[in-house]
């Protein structure tokens, strides 16, 4: 994927860190619906991984994954009020 980023963090303030940092690279654009609609998609996934020891001294990981999804452009073009460049980019997305 184009570019895509990963990121190894070990603490919530990295986390927050990478997130203000993928922040900046949204597009954003005013509409009728929404003053900063998204003009471009973002996902933004993470993934914890948690090992522990039984009393046996096997390791056991657990992981979980959560994505958060910010896709563009998902309003309907005649109720944004949409037109010129920003309608173009619309048609583009959808």
Known sequence: IKDLTSVVVKSVAEINSVLQKGKKNRSVGFTLMN???????????????CCS???DKNEH????????????GSERQSK????????????KIN
């Open 61 to 72: 990981i657990r992981v979980g994954k959560l994505s958060l999804v910010d896709l563009a």
């Open 53 to 55: 020891v039984d009393s």
């Open 35 to 49: 003053a900063g609609s998204s003009r471009s998609h973002s996902i933004f996934s993470i993934v914890i991984e």
């Open 80 to 91: 944004t009020g949409a037109s010129g460049d920003r309608l173009k980019e619309a048609t």
